[in-house]
């Protein structure tokens, strides 16, 4: 079964802290997103790639960066983490443009 | 940018019976839309999608239906059952590398 593997289900960081988010897919997809989930806001995109150390910004990318070494793994970074980035982060992939995306199943971070 | 509208933000529905969600969208170059279903504690899933060259999709219980005059695209769920019970969200894209933008997500409680 293809899958996308979120590291963690659950963190819980100090502000200031670098936290790191990972995700890895099993299945060749050229694309990785990364989304934050918020009540009432839906999914906002922060970064995405569509190919090795390649990246763009998305919608909310303040606050954050990304790392893509290698196809299969997309590191989402927290420089310096603040409570406002409390959220349910949620990974997906896809294999090229206009496919649907396979999602992992959501880190939920709280920053205290 | 793509702009994403769904409605309505809650629907409870009578076991058995039909629900819709609507979803508006800003961008005529749309042509790729899909719908996620996400379950408590899981990322979304792709339920069913449809692309801008047909009007409608079936998929057992499940419709899509696409509108590109009035820019409008929904979900029907016919027969509805406890394990509907979700929030489901819509997005849209045109394709550039295939980044989708998705509305606020519906949630759906279907009572026994």
């Known amino acids: 079964d293809v899958k996308v593997t979120q590291s963690s289900r659950y963190l819980v960081k100090r502000t200031g802290e670098k936290v790191f988010l990972e995700c890895v897919q099993d299945m060749d997809h050229e694309n990785m997103f990364w989304y934050r989930q918020d009540p009432g806001l839906g999914l906002r995109l922060i970064y995405f790639?569509?190919?090795?150390?390649?990246?763009e910004k998305g919608d909310i990318p303040e606050g954050y960066s990304v790392s893509r070494e290698k196809k299969e793994r997309f590191s989402l970074i927290l420089e310096s983490a603040s409570t406002n980035q409390t959220s349910m982060y949620l990974c997906?992939?896809?294999f090229g443009q206009g496919d649907g995306y396979t999602f992992g199943s959501g880190t939920r971070l709280t920053v205290v | 940018g793509e702009n994403v509208e769904q409605h309505p933000s809650t629907l409870s529905v009578q076991e058995g019976d039909s629900a819709v969600i609507k979803c508006t969208y800003s961008?005529?170059?749309?042509?790729?839309f899909p719908w996620y279903k996400q379950e408590l504690g899981k990322g979304p899933q792709l339920i069913i999608d449809?692309?801008?060259?047909?009007g409608e999709k079936k998929d057992q219980r499940i419709a899509v239906t696409l509108n590109k005059t009035a820019k409008h695209f929904s979900l029907h769920i016919t027969e509805t059952q406890p394990e509907d019970s979700a929030v489901y969200f819509c997005a849209a894209s045109r394709g550039s590398w295939g980044k989708l933008q998705f509305g606020a997500g519906t949630q759906v409680v279907v009572t026994p």
């Open positions: 790639s569509y190919d090795v150390k390649m990246k």
């Open positions: 449809i692309r801008s060259n047909v």
């Open positions: 997906a992939s896809s």
């Open positions: 961008d005529s170059a749309s042509n790729y």
